[in-house]
């Protein structure tokens, strides 16, 4: 007979102790410093400053809002993730569509793609300063073999953009990959064959039965990786020396650390944390959808 | 035959490409000092280990022109990061499963809010939180102590634990809980005779999965710990330059010995990665 020592305990109480050490998790690490900041971003608080701190209104909203810089700093997110996400799907989903067929070494083939999503984007960030190194880097050494001039990769606002945007292709056109490939892998072969007996074109067989079969998914992993490029910080900050280009994650962290102006940096903060929450609030709207249709 | 050909041309160019990098980070970790400079860059060079040499070793030159030999803080930062990373992962597995499992068995009011209020710390830029906790930490006096990344690492794979334990447990059939019920099982007992063992192997892939983001964390290490504790990550980035230049032959290097453990769990994972990178969303 087993024991019946945890007879006394009901669900009701069970399910209460199993899930109150999570909450309790995120309410001390996430949840109660934000209402932290919340509350500094109404003063004039430095970190590490002993000045007395003061309340200063909506000030630090008005000179994030008004500030020009604060402005290019969302422009370069913006272009950043419009950009990146837009590349990843492209490169994302032609290696799905090479790779959706029966081949000798697939699962090898798919696995050693997925490799670069795995690895730390610092060290990624930093190995690559060196292929982009204007000098020694190999990415000018096959730029001069192919009779190109050379190009200050990581020293200049436009090339150091196209940099930043190769390595995060690099790293994550294989997440978009691995979720179209699982996609197209799951459209039943009748509906090719029975559009083949129509002598339905490549292309109406495309438009018509890959991509409305394969959209809920391509929709998953668009709102991850926007969500994600959004937050991207320490990949670019390290490759192109802290330079351009400086995301609005990057100002953050100059303002708070940097400059000691911790209050502007809370400001824009929130204001960043509302974008993401909205964002979020369509990517967790959707996925309910998804989880019913189960 | 003509097209099975050139598709299988395009996959090894694909698979060239993507590779390139890695394999460029593995010939520059074997050159020399000078292959490494050299502009062009070198395909053909004769190789050194002296670079690994320097993942245990530390080599000073002193003003004087003498050599110092001693031994490198790059096996401490190892050591460092696999136990932060091995005990958040502990906390956010174990913590995680037992969530999980209410959530998946318990009818819980607001389940579908706490649930993706739980998804949404996930999607919070790190440098949005760092600035407070930093503050914070400071106050508490966790800041620079390895148990304050522990803390961090362990909420913040909080929500991945939580929601890929559930996907696993729910494909579980109650029925089982059930039967041992009416055989006089505590809830609890059942939790732990029938659930704990069918969730081993998706328990074991969530632990690599949050072990791997513990390992992989920069921004939170560099803020809250720079060299104390010092962690893999921010010694390889932080790696001293050299009167001639950025050591990229030994950042090559130490970065092998760190991303190869990655790389093999990659492959350990691959059944488990669609489910892991969208956690259990898709499965």
Known sequence: MPQRRFRSLSDDRLKFLLIAPTLALLLFIVIYPLIRSLVW????????????????????????????????????????????????????????????????????????????????????????????????????GLLVIMGFERVEWLSKPGPALVAALVVDVWMWSPFVMLISLAGLSAIPKYLYEAA????????????????????????????????????????VWILTYEGEPLMISAQIYKDAFRARDTAVACATAYIVLVIVIAVSNIFIRYLNRVQLKD | MLKAWSIRIAVLVVLAVFLFPLYWMVLTSLKSRIDVGTSPPQFVFKPTAANYAKVVRKVTRTYDGRVE?????????????????????????????????????????????????????R???????????????????????????????AAFNMSFAVWIMK???????????????????????????VVVPQ??????????????????????????????????????VNTQVTTSGTAFEEIAALSIVFLLPVVIATFLLRKHLLRGVTFGIVK
């Open chain 2, 167 to 193: 996907s696993f447990i729910d494909e579980i059939p109650r029925e089982f809980e059930e039967a041992a019920l009416c055989d006089g099982y505590s809830r609890w007992q059942a939790f732990c005779k």
């Open chain 1, 196 to 235: 083949e007996v129509d002598r339905a074109s490549a292309w109406f067989k495309f438009r018509h039965i890959t991509l409305p079969l394969v959209a809920p998914l391509l929709i998953v992993a668009l709102l991850f990786r926007t969500v994600d490029t959004f937050k991207l910080f320490d990949m």
């Open chain 2, 123 to 153: 999607m919070l830029p790190p440098v949005v939180i760092v600035v407070p906790v930093y503050a914070m930490y400071t106050a508490v006096g966790l800041r620079q102590t390895h148990l304050g990344l522990v803390i961090l690492y």
């Open chain 1, 41 to 140: 971003s109404f003063t004039d608080y430095g970190i590490g400053s002993n000045a007395a701190v003061h309340y200063v209104g909506l000030r630090n909203y008005s000179k994030v809002l008004s500030d020009g810089n604060t402005w290019l700093r969302f422009q370069t997110t913006g272009k950043v993730v419009v950009l990146a996400v837009a590349l990843e799907f492209m490169v994302g989903f032609g290696i799905a569509l090479l790779l959706n067929r029966h081949m000798r070494g697939r699962g090898v083939i798919t696995t050693l793609i997925l490799v670069p999503m795995m690895l730390c984007p610092a060290v990624v960030g930093m190995f690559w300063r060196y292929i982009f190194d204007a000098n020694c880097g190999v990415a000018n």
């Open chain 2, 199 to 236: 969730i081993y192997p998706g328990a074991a892939a969530t632990a690599i999965f949050c072990m791997i983001t513990a390992w992989n964390e920069y921004v939170f290490a560099m803020v809250l710990a720079a060299d104390t504790p010092l962690v893999a990550p921010y010694r390889i």
């Open chain 2, 69 to 121: 030999v001693g031994p490198s803080d790059f096996p401490g930062a190892l050591c460092n990061s696999l136990v932060i990373g091995a005990l958040s992962t502990l906390a956010a597995v174990v913590l995680g499963t037992l969530s999980a499992y209410a959530f998946s068995r318990f009818r819980i009011p607001g389940k579908g809010d706490l649930l993706f209020f739980i998804l949404s710390t």
